[in-house]
């Protein structure tokens, strides 16, 4: 593959490679493995998730409900266990033995969810949708499906978002880092696409077993191909836990709270070898109450320059690590209420579906499920499109890119449209059911056709292409540098929160108001998107508040932007 093809067009030549470099590792010549292995991950995850409830349903008589906390369970794990698979890469192992190992406990999830779909005495037997005579699973059978399901969670959380993370440590440039998260989240998305819709239709009309089989067959694609470009890497080994280091400087700090700040440079510990560490100066002034934990005091380190004392005294670098964190909590915290809405209007907007007019000519009928394609492709042309034309012909004419952080502002906007927009349809769909006299019958179709939720649910998802890649980005360049794999898992982390915060603003809705009755046509589902339009809105302004203050802390970065974001 051409490397520059890779590349926005952008007039500039491509990271230096392995080849190109005189044995150099990293760099493009690592990106078809990367990517191919996302894409492997990706559609293994769609194809277990996405015809999830219904298996459960169909296939082990468990009812919608129980099904439905099933399917919340695993996609809580696959959300926010990457964390924890970052904090072991970032401490310990590094991401490439997290990603092979997870990887290999993920198809093992997997081939035992193909067990039970293809031998019959891991199943109860088949019955009839509605039945009271439904047999219950066993707790042999529960147990067998409770594992492969834990396994193949466990394994994807490992993963999905570790292989962002190796992928961009592939390249020295924020530059090409931002061209690679384009690239993964394009891949990722496009893949999620293909499985929910082919692989899910295998599982529904062809065979459970086959459609399984598929994702461990793509799974252990995606394992091939990472192992293969095993000798192209660049490896980042961890340096002892980043995580403890962090922890000392608050202890520290905490332990030499009545010393008296020196305003002397040489009076700081700048640790054994002052060559690795960016600050070998004075530490900053912001929260300078933590230079207390890098201030020296007499007897605390050896004649080499190390340290006797580490819970007692701290390197300038570890201090500065620590300001960092604290000052992307805000903007991170922004990430909650962004992700809270999308989730809620991924769920409803189903609903929505179901009670719309889905035929796509006279014999076929789009499945309610698949409404979530009218974000995902507009998604990926997004990401395609932002790529390859509009930023780098913006950068050619204003002479700096685009900043990540104007990039996830212009995404919270677009969803905030988006939801004002479906709030509008739902209003119409109300509308025509009142005319026809339909809110008197049960969960009656309205004859208003699905394709109006297409302009809401496309504006959505071009949001997404803004501000999904634009995060990571962001988090990537911005974290500590012993902390890459945590700043792309910490994206992954409010996601997985956001998804139960959506869950308990449709449970409050539904206790304090009558919006959300099991029959749309009955309640107000365009005040609910009101709602949680206003909410996005009062989030949007306290995300103007944090980015306006933030100031860019990656020096490349710095030195194309100016010290505001917005």
């Known amino acids: 593959m051409d490397r520059t093809v890779l590349n926005s067009a952008n007039g500039e030549d491509p990271e230096p490679t392995s080849i190109s470099s005189g044995g150099k590792k990293g760099g493009w010549t690592t990106f078809p493995f990367t990517i191919a292995t996302v894409a492997g991950i990706a559609l293994a995850f769609g194809g277990l998730t996405g015809n999830l409830i219904v298996y459960l349903i169909q296939e082990f008589n468990i009812r919608s409900i129980s099904a439905a906390k099933i399917f919340n369970v695993v996609n809580g794990c696959t959300t926010i266990l990457p964390i924890?698979?970052?904090?072991?890469?970032?401490?310990?192992?590094g991401c490439y033995s997290v990603i092979w190992i997870s990887s290999l406990i993920s198809s093992l999830g997997l081939l035992i969810i193909v067990l039970t779909a293809a031998i019959s005495k891991l199943r109860p037997p088949h019955c009839?949708?509605?039945?009271?005579?439904?047999?219950?699973?066993?707790?042999?059978?529960?147990?067998?499906?409770?594992?492969?399901?834990?396994?193949?969670?466990?394994?994807?959380?490992?993963?999905?978002?570790?292989?962002?993370?190796?992928?961009?440590?592939q390249f020295d440039k924020p530059k090409h880092q931002g061209i690679f998260f384009n690239w993964?989240?394009?891949?990722?998305?496009?893949?999620?696409?293909?499985?929910?819709?082919?692989?899910?239709?295998?599982?529904?009309?062809?065979?459970?077993?086959?459609?399984?089989?598929?994702?461990?067959?793509?799974?252990?694609?995606?394992?091939?191909?990472?192992?293969?470009?095993?000798?192209?890497?660049?490896?980042?080994?961890?340096?002892?836990?980043?995580?403890?280091?962090?922890?000392?400087?608050?202890?520290?700090?905490?332990?030499?709270?009545?010393?008296?700040?020196?305003?002397?440079s040489e009076d700081?510990?700048?640790?054994?070898?002052?060559?690795?560490?960016?600050?070998?100066?004075?530490?900053?002034?912001?929260?300078?109450?933590?230079?207390?934990?890098?201030?020296?005091?007499e007897g605390e380190t050896e004649p080499d320059g190390s340290t006797r004392q580490p819970w007692k005294l701290c390197t300038v670098q570890d201090v500065e690590d620590f300001k960092r964190i604290i000052k992307i909590f805000p903007l991170w915290s922004t990430g909650f209420f962004l992700s809270t809405p999308l989730v809620i209007l991924g769920s409803l907007s189903v609903l929505q579906a179901l009670a719309m007019d889905r035929h796509l000519g006279p014999h076929f009928q789009i499945p309610a499920g698949s409404v979530f394609l009218f974000t995902l492709m507009p998604t990926c042309f997004t990401v395609f499109l932002l790529d390859r034309f509009l930023f780098p012909l913006g950068e050619k004419f204003t002479g700096h890119p685009v900043r990540p952080l104007q990039r996830v502002g212009i995404g919270h906007l677009l969803d905030i449209v988006g939801l004002a927009v479906l709030a509008l349809v739902e209003a119409k769909r109300l509308k025509i059911a009142r005319l026809h006299d339909l809110q008197g019958q049960d969960n009656a179709v309205v004859p208003m056709s699905v394709f109006w939720l297409v302009p809401p649910l496309a504006i959505a998802g071009i949001g997404e292409a803004f501000f999904f890649p634009g995060q990571i980005d962001f988090y990537y360049q911005e974290f500590p540098a012993s902390l890459k794999s945590t700043s792309t898992a910490a994206v992954a982390l409010y996601m997985g929160i956001a998804y139960y915060l959506g869950n308990a603003v449709i449970d409050l809705v539904r206790r304090t108001r009558g919006w959300l009755p099991d029959d749309l046509n009955k309640g107000r589902l365009d005040n609910v998107y009101w709602l949680v339009c206003v909410l996005a809105g009062l989030n949007f302004c306290y995300y103007l508040v944090c980015s306006y203050f933030y100031k860019y802390q990656n020096v490349e970065t710095v030195k194309v932007t100016d010290e505001s974001t917005v």
């Not at 698979?85 to 401490?91: E, F, G, M, R």
């Not at 980042?236 to 962090?246: A, H, I, T």
């Not at 640790?271 to 207390?292: C, H």
Request: contains cysteine; hydrophobic residues 50%; proline residues 3%.
């Open 184 to 264: 993964y989240i394009f891949t990722m998305y496009m893949a999620t696409g293909i499985s929910s819709t082919l692989i899910v239709y295998i599982e529904n009309s062809v065979s459970w077993t086959l459609g399984f089989g598929i994702c461990v067959a793509a799974n252990i694609f995606a394992l091939a191909i990472f192992l293969a470009g095993s000798g192209f890497y660049h490896h980042l080994k961890p340096q002892g836990s980043p995580f403890v280091r962090l922890a000392r400087v608050i202890v520290a700090s905490f332990r030499k709270r009545k010393m008296v700040l020196s305003l002397k």
């Open 84 to 93: 924890a698979a970052a904090i072991i890469a970032d401490s310990f192992t």
């Open 128 to 169: 009839e949708n509605g039945s009271n005579l439904c047999k219950y699973p066993s707790e042999v059978q529960l147990a067998v499906l409770y594992i492969g399901l834990a396994l193949g969670s466990i394994g994807m959380a490992g993963t999905r978002f570790t292989i962002g993370s190796m992928g961009a440590n």
């Open 268 to 297: 700081y510990f700048q640790g054994p070898d002052t060559a690795d560490y960016k600050v070998t100066t004075f530490p900053s002034k912001f929260f300078k109450f933590l230079n207390r934990a890098a201030l020296r005091a």
